[in-house]
Antibody
């Protein structure tokens, strides 16, 4: 079955770089049409789409965050990594990774999410 | 970026009620519209993709309609487990923006 799991630090200091890893199973990112996205949700707020990486290594970013985000994949390890530079307290959120399928580019499987707090 | 606007932001309803949530895109997105349900402390769950296709395992009381810029999620008979927050998302182009959410509460 398809599973995804986010991992990374629970606490990050302002100005530091945040690195999150999504480890997945049950599908391959080398399969045509498969993609993985990162989405975040500040406490009590709405979902915010951050980035997506496709099977062919195409990458897409949030317009407001693209200068701070980098997404990459390691197909052999079934991992997708998201880095965010120069974090500040407004980046405090639960970060999710999700599989994106060709079915209208919808996210059909999600990880449980990881809460990242940015504080000194 | 395409802006997605949901209405209402919240609603109160009773078990058995018919509930309708709307989502409007700031430009045409054909039928590239997905609906998700999120319960407190949980990851979102895909309900509807491509505006009207029911995700496997989702009860048939959920349905979606619309195309272009205006879309609707309908719950035909609200059940206790349906009290949650619902989000629309456009997947016509990146960034794949979400609506602000609609919280469905118990009346």
């Amino acid at each position: 079955q398809v599973t995804l799991r986010e991992s990374g630090p629970a606490l990050v200091k302002p100005t530091q770089t945040l690195t999150l890893t999504c480890t997945f199973s049950g599908f391959s990112l080398s399969t045509s049409g498969m993609c993985v996205s990162w989405i975040r949700q500040p406490p009590g707020k709405a979902l915010e789409w951050l980035a997506r990486i496709d099977w062919d290594d195409d990458k897409y970013y949030s317009t407001s965050l693209e200068t701070r985000l980098t997404i990459s994949k390691d197909t052999s390890k079934n991992q997708v990594v998201l880095t965010m530079t120069n974090v500040d307290p407004t980046d405090t959120a639960t970060y999710y990774c999700a599989r994106v399928t060709p079915a209208a580019m919808s996210s059909d499987y999600w990880g449980q999410g990881t809460l990242v707090t940015v504080s000194s | 970026d395409i802006q997605m606007t949901q209405s209402p932001s919240s609603l109160s309803a009773s078990v058995g009620d018919r509930v309708t949530i709307t989502c409007r895109a700031s430009q045409t997105i054909s039928r590239y519209l997905n609906w998700y349900q999120q319960k407190p402390g949980k990851a979102p769950k895909l309900l509807i993709y491509a505006a009207s296709s029911l995700q496997s395992g989702v009860p048939s009381r959920f349905s979606g309609s619309g195309s272009g810029t205006d879309f609707t999620l309908t719950i035909s008979s609200l059940q206790p487990e349906d009290f949650a927050t619902y989000y629309c998302q456009q997947s016509f182009t990146t960034p794949q923006t979400f609506g602000q959410g609609t919280k469905v509460e118990i009346k």
